[in-house]
């Protein structure tokens, strides 16, 4: 995949979870937007700008590691 597109994650997280997801990832301007594919099975689609990817990984790694997150990348990313 060349540098300059988006990159697409699909994750899975705790209901109760989305909106501050949601809320936590968009409010860094411009790294990436964040779509609800399935409210009732809480699967997100994520849209990482193109340069933002280390920024979006290290986001997720610290909402695990101090927030207690619960993510189901699908992949392993980190």
Request: with cysteine; proline share 3%; aromatic share 6%.
């Amino acid at each position: 995949m060349p540098i300059n597109e988006t990159k697409i994650y699909h994750i899975k997280v705790i209901r109760n979870d989305i909106s501050y997801l949601r809320w936590t990832i968009e409010s860094y301007d411009g790294m990436a937007v964040v779509s609800t594919l399935d409210p009732k099975a809480a699967l997100l689609e994520i849209k990482v700008a193109a340069g933002c990817e280390n920024i979006f990984i290290n986001l997720i790694r610290s909402l695990i590691q101090h927030e207690h997150i619960q993510i189901d990348l699908g992949c392993n990313i980190l």
